[in-house]
C-alpha cells in the first residue's frame, strides 16, 4: 500500500527532551498508597481496603523486623479542600466552565463536522511538574489534565487557560496537586467516568454551595507496577511530607486484585479492567456509599472483584481496553500481550466461556496498546514494538484492515507508544520515540494525511476522539517533565 504525499507543517512550541522506555522492573521506596508490599510473582498482594489517609506509607525497617519490634504507625494525614476544589469551584461560579460541553472553547477546535482533519496546531504554555520525571498515562477532561508515571507520581493540572490560549508561547502553569502516589512506577490514570467539570447531573453551572456539583465527580483511578488499584477523592488532599508531596484521600484500595504489576485500567460505567503482568485479566466494580464530596467530606469506597479471567493470554497482558456503549455500560472488552493474540470478550458471559474472538495481532512482538474506535464497533487499533500500526476490522479479522506505516525510524520501537484516534474518530495520531514528528493517518484509506514537526518528542499521548463535542477535542501528549495541548486544524 502506498503512502499519500507528505505534507509538512509547522508548530509554535518550545522542545522538551524525549520519553524513555518504561522500566518493567518495581522501582522506588515507600509509595503513597498506603503499605503496599512490594510485588512477588509467587504470592497474591493480600489484603484490600477503604481507608481515608492511605497515601501514606507505614514507617519500617530491616533492623526493626530482625529485631522483632513493630513499625511505628502511618502519621495521621489531615486532609481538606483541596486546589483542585477550589479551581472547580472558580470556573463555576465564574461561568468559566463552558468548556465542559466537550471540544476547546473558541477557535482553537477549529475543525466543523464536514471538515476533514489536516493537522495540529500546538497551544502556546504548557502544564509543567518537576515532580513528574516522565509520563506513562494521561486522562483529560475539558479544563483538567491527570498525568502519572516514573515514581509513582501523579500530578493533576488545570488546563483552562491553556485550552483558551490564555498563556503565553514560554508559560509553564504548575500543577495544582502533585504526589507520590504508589511503589515504583503509574502505569494508568483515570478521571472516574463522569469526572471532571461536570457534576453526576450533567450541570456546569455554579450552584447554592459554591460549584458543589461541579466537584461532586472529582474521583481518580490509578494503578501501577505495585499491584494495586486506588480511588482517590481530588476535591481532598494532606500534605504527605518528605518527598510524598501534596497527595489526595484515598477513598478505596484494593491490593489482591493480581499477583503482579498492573498494566493496565481502564474504567466506564463504574466497571474497572485492569491487566497484569501476572497473566490475568480482572473486572472489579467501583462502589461507593452515599454522599459526595460537596457534602464536605470525603464517603468510603470499594473495589470489589467482579470476574476474573486467567487463561485468555499465555503470558503478559499489557492491555484491555473496553468498547464504548451507548448506554455507558460497557459488555465488550479487548485485550493484548506479550503472547501476540486479539482476544475481544463478552463481559455478560462466564469467564469459563473464554474470548468470542481470539486472533493473531499480526505484529511480531508483544502487543502493548489498544485502543477501540469510538464510533465503529467493529474498529480496533493496535500497536508494538514493531514499526506498523494495525487497524483491525473485527468482521473480517484474518487479516489486518490498515498498517500504518512512516511515523518509526527504524525496524523496532523500543518504548511502547500510544496512538490514539482523533477527530471523533476520522484519524489516527501517533508519535514515536527518537522522533519529533506527529504523524496523522486517515481511518477510512489508512493514507498518510499529514506529517509535521512538533518541536518536541512525544511521551504519553491521549485523546477522547469521540462523543459530544469530540470532533474538537485536543491531543494532549507529554514530554520531559511537561504535558502540551494540541488542537486539530
Not at 124 to 130: E, F
Not at 133 to 145: E, N, T
Amino acid at each position: 500500500m502506498g503512502l499519500a504525499s507528505l505534507r509538512p507543517w509547522s508548530f509554535s512550541g518550545s522542545s522538551a527532551s524525549a520519553a524513555t522506555k518504561r522500566r518493567i522492573a518495581a522501582e522506588g521506596d515507600g509509595g503513597g498508597c498506603g503499605a503496599a508490599q512490594p510485588v512477588r510473582r509467587s504470592a497474591r498482594n493480600q489484603g484490600a481496603s477503604a481507608e481515608a489517609g492511605a497515601a501514606a506509607s507505614a514507617a519500617f525497617t530491616p533492623a526493626a523486623a530482625a529485631a522483632g519490634q513493630a513499625a511505628d504507625p502511618p502519621p495521621e494525614l489531615r486532609f481538606d479542600d483541596s486546589s483542585v476544589r477550589r479551581y472547580v469551584c472558580e470556573l463555576a461560579t465564574a461561568g468559566g466552565s463552558s468548556a465542559c460541553s466537550g471540544g476547546l472553547p473558541g477557535d482553537a477546535g477549529a475543525i466543523s463536522d464536514a471538515a476533514q482533519i489536516s493537522g495540529f496546531r500546538q497551544l502556546p504554555g504548557c502544564l509543567a511538574d518537576p515532580a513528574l520525571a516522565r509520563a506513562y498515562s494521561i486522562d483529560w477532561r475539558p479544563g483538567l489534565v491527570v498525568a502519572g508515571g516514573k515514581d509513582g507520581v501523579v500530578s493533576v493540572c488545570g488546563s483552562r487557560q491553556l485550552e483558551a490560549g490564555q498563556l503565553p508561547a514560554d508559560a509553564a502553569l504548575p500543577p495544582l496537586l502533585s504526589g507520590k502516589l504508589h511503589r515504583g512506577w503509574v502505569a494508568e490514570v483515570q478521571l472516574l467516568s463522569g469526572a471532571g467539570l461536570q457534576g453526576a447531573s450533567g450541570s456546569t453551572s455554579a450552584d447554592s454551595a459554591g460549584g458543589a456539583a461541579a466537584v461532586a465527580g472529582l474521583r481518580l483511578l490509578t494503578a501501577g507496577n505495585d499491584g494495586v488499584v486506588c480511588l482517590w477523592d481530588l476535591s481532598r488532599s494532606a500534605e504527605a511530607g518528605g518527598r510524598g508531596g501534596l497527595v489526595p484521600e484515598c477513598l478505596a484500595r484494593a491490593a489482591g486484585l493480581h499477583q503482579g504489576g498492573i498494566f493496565s485500567l481502564h474504567e466506564r460505567g463504574s466497571r474497572v479492567l485492569t491487566a497484569s503482568k501476572d497473566g490475568t485479566v480482572v473486572i472489579s466494580a467501583v462502589c461507593e456509599a452515599g454522599g459526595g464530596a460537596g457534602g464536605g467530606g470525603s464517603t468510603a469506597a470499594s473495589l470489589a472483584v467482579v470476574q476474573r479471567y486467567e487463561e485468555l493470554h499465555e503470558r503478559v497482558v499489557k492491555c484491555a481496553r473496553w468498547r464504548e456503549a451507548g448506554d455507558g455500560q460497557p459488555s465488550v472488552f479487548a485485550s493484548c500481550g506479550t503472547d501476540r493474540q486479539l482476544c475481544v470478550v463478552d463481559a455478560r458471559q462466564p469467564p469459563s466461556t473464554g474470548a468470542s474472538l481470539a486472533v493473531p495481532s499480526g505484529h511480531g512482538s508483544a502487543t502493548n496498546c489498544l485502543r477501540w474506535h469510538p464510533a465503529s464497533e467493529h474498529l480496533l487499533l493496535s500497536a508494538s514494538h514493531d514499526p506498523a500500526i494495525l487497524l483491525h476490522d473485527l468482521r473480517s479479522p484474518g487479516q489486518p484492515l490498515h498498517r500504518l506505516l512512516g511515523h518509526a525510524t527504524g525496524a523496532r520501537v523500543g518504548q511502547i507508544y500510544q496512538p490514539c484516534f482523533v477527530a471523533g474518530g476520522d484519524a489516527v495520531a501517533t508519535g514515536c520515540e527518537r522522533s519529533q514528528l506527529l504523524s496523522l493517518y486517515c481511518t477510512r484509506t489508512g493514507t498518510t494525511i499529514s506529517r509535521g514537526h512538533a518541536g518536541l518528542t512525544p511521551g504519553a499521548t491521549f485523546c477522547r476522539g469521540g462523543g459530544a463535542g469530540g470532533r474538537g477535542d485536543p491531543l494532549v501528549l507529554s514530554a520531559g517533565r511537561a504535558v502540551y495541548l494540541f488542537a486539530p486544524s
